[in-house]
């Protein structure tokens, strides 16, 4: 069975950091594209970032730009979000994505069960 | 960015009616639009690709049409499972979703 699962999530201050993992099962890995999507509470979905499947390619949406960093293990099969200077306006439900193709740009057609994180005031 | 707006926000149906939902992006993203449906507590699942192309498992009662700047997904005959928020997404150029149209029973 095709799997995600993300993990991390939490609760956090303002201007501080955290690192969200995903790993992956049923599927070859590192020849699939993934990305993380985003929901606050409440809203819609929002594209937070994406990576090849080779990992030699990333991309992010600029309101993360400088503060976000998405990363690949594909030896352990596992897709990360390395959060960094967090706002309060980050607090959101996280999904990882997979697409059909090793390059980013395609439709998700497997999502996750997402990993809450929010603020602390 | 390419904005993405769906219409109607919110739109009541009697089980067995059919469904129509909109999505318009503010540019032409060819037939590069995807649509989820999401369930209450839930991630979104991905119900049609390349604007009329059904995802594996989903039922045929589930269409996309459209292409450029205009797209509908039909659902032909609501059950009681297919209550949910629906999103449409473009990915021409990165990805950009719609806010969602929230799908009720009537």
């Known amino acids: 069975e095709v799997q995600l699962v993300e993990s991390g999530g939490g609760l956090v201050q303002p201007g501080g950091s955290l690192t969200l993992s995903c790993t992956a099962s049923?599927?070859?890995?590192?020849?699939?594209?993934m990305s993380w999507v985003r929901q606050a509470p409440g809203e819609g979905l929002e594209w937070v970032s994406a990576i090849s499947g080779a990992g030699g390619f990333t991309y992010q949406t600029d309101s993360v730009k400088g503060r976000f960093t998405i990363s690949r293990d594909n030896l352990k099969r596992t897709l990360y979000l390395h959060m960094n200077s967090l706002r309060a306006e980050d607090t959101a439900v996280y999904y990882c994505?997979?697409?059909?193709?090793?390059?980013?740009?395609?439709?998700?057609?497997?999502w996750g069960q997402g990993t809450l994180v929010t603020f602390s005031s | 960015e390419i904005v993405m707006t769906q219409s109607p926000a919110t739109l009541s149906v009697s089980l067995g009616e059919r469904a129509t939902l909109s999505c318009r992006a503010s540019?032409?993203?060819?037939?590069?639009l995807a649509w989820y449906q999401q369930k209450r507590g839930q991630a979104p699942r991905l119900l049609i690709y390349g604007a009329s192309t059904r995802a594996t498992g989903i039922p045929a009662r589930f269409s996309g049409s459209g292409s450029g700047t205009e797209f509908t997904l039909t659902i032909s005959s609501l059950q009681s499972e297919d209550f949910a928020v629906y999103y449409c997404q473009q990915y021409n150029n990165w990805y950009t979703f719609g806010q969602g149209t929230k799908l009720e029973i009537k």
């Open positions: 540019q032409s993203v060819s037939n590069n």
């Open positions: 994505a997979k697409e059909p193709f090793a390059s980013p740009g395609d439709a998700f057609d497997v």
């Open positions: 049923g599927f070859t890995f590192d020849n699939y594209a």
